[in-house]
Structure formats: C-alpha cells, structure tokens
C-alpha cells in the first residue's frame, strides 16, 4: 500500500513570499490533516479534513494560511505571507477515521530567511 | 494546562537497559491512545495503539490507567536503534469533533 505522498521534500524562500505544499493520503482514508512541527516540539494540528469538508480549523492562523481538499482525495497548504516563525516541518497525515492511527507523509522542511 | 504532557526527558540509558516513559492526558472524554516514533529529520511513525487491557509488542509495553488519565510504555532490553523521540498521542473529543493531540515527545538515547 502507498503511504502518504508530500511535496517538495525541501523549500526556501524569503520572508513575504507565498509557498505551497501538497499531499495525496493513502488511498481510500477520508480523514486528512496538516500538522505543524517546530524543532523539538510535537506536532501542532493546523487543519482537519473529512472528505471534502473541513472538520477543525481553529488553530489555523487564518490570516495568512489557507487549505483546500476541493474532490476529498489530495490537498494543498499555502502560507502566504510567510513569516519567519513559520521555519518548521509541515506534516500530512491520513487516517481511516474513528479511532483509527494516523500515517504520516516525509513531511516538508520550510526554511523562511 | 497542556493537554497531552510527557516526561521532559532527554533519557541516556545504557544498551540492555529498561526505560518508561510517562504520559499525562487532560481530556477525561479521550478515547483512543497511541505511541510514535519520530526518528531525527524524520515523519513519526506509529509504534503501538494503546489499549485498556494493557498490551505488548516484542520488547514494547504499553499501558493505560483512565482513572489517573496516565499512558506509559516500557522498552525492555533497550537496542541502540531504539534511540529516538517518543510522542504520546491522545484522540480527544472536543467541539470540533475527534482531535489527534500528540505530547511534546519524550527523546532517547541508547549508549553503547
């Protein structure tokens, strides 16, 4: 089974500038979330999707984030304008829903100079 | 409060040691408990879910006391490639719905 595919792997860019990331879930999960990881914390919840429709967004800073999940199936994250707190690890995650465990993608490492 | 707390670690133990490590949760209205593994530069990756009963994978313990709203999990015979950050993770119900809340991550070392 395929696991959860993100893209790019890497991203610099400058402060102001605008950045976007992609994930696929596994095939068949309809519950889709981005999380965002600062060194040495855990993971933050951004966004939750189920299918199509957002579930929690409540720590989206929602002035310069956005996501969408438009046919419930892939997603994208954009930031924009970046700022320099926003240098962190952007994590995909899909689960069965329920109860079920999450699996993560690779994740993408946003370095903002 | 923090909502999901974890032994501030970092723990340095031996190769063959037993370590634990502890969780602390808030939500009383929880209902599911996982532990994962975040190796460095890496995605976590889950270890094991935790059950009520209690349950053991290999040299991997897990527990689950409601009443004190604690997790832990015990590695026996600890390897060098267990080195790593262990991230307590609690499924909670809140207004939104289920929320997947993960600990701060509790980092090992094993030592030759």
């Known amino acids: 089974e395929a696991g959860v595919a993100q893209s790019p792997r890497y991203k610099i860019i400058e402060k102001r500038q605008s950045v976007a990331f992609w994930c696929n879930p596994i095939?068949?999960?309809?519950?889709l979330y981005w999380y965002q990881q600062i060194l040495g914390q855990g993971p933050k919840l951004l966004i939750q999707f189920q299918n199509n429709g957002v579930v929690d967004d409540s720590q989206l800073p929602k002035d310069r984030f956005s996501a969408e999940r438009l046919k419930g199936v892939d997603s994208t994250l954009k930031i924009q304008p970046a700022k320099l707190e926003d240098s962190a690890v952007y994590l995909c995650?899909?689960?069965?829903?329920?109860?079920?465990?999450?699996?993560f993608g690779d994740g993408t490492r946003l370095s903002i100079l | 409060r923090k909502e999901v707390e974890q032994d501030p670690g970092p723990f340095n133990v031996p190769e063959g040691a037993t370590v634990a490590f502890n969780c602390t949760y808030s939500?009383?209205?929880?209902?599911?408990f996982f532990w994962y593994r975040q190796d460095c530069r890496k995605e976590p990756k889950l270890l094991m879910s935790?059950?009520?009963s209690g349950n053991e994978d290999g040299r991997f313990t897990a527990q689950l006391n409601r009443a004190s709203q604690y997790i832990s999990l015990l590695i026996r015979d600890s390897k060098l490639s267990d080195s790593a950050t262990y991230l307590c993770?609690?499924?909670?119900?809140?207004?939104?719905?289920?929320?997947?809340?993960f600990g701060p991550g509790t980092r090992l070392s094993v030592l030759p």
């Open positions: 935790v059950y009520s």
């Open positions: 993770v609690v499924n909670m119900r809140d207004n939104y719905g289920q929320n997947f809340v």
């Open positions: 995650a899909s689960s069965d829903g329920g109860n079920q465990p999450q699996h």
């Open positions: 939500n009383s209205a929880s209902q599911s």
């Open positions: 095939s068949g999960h309809a519950t």
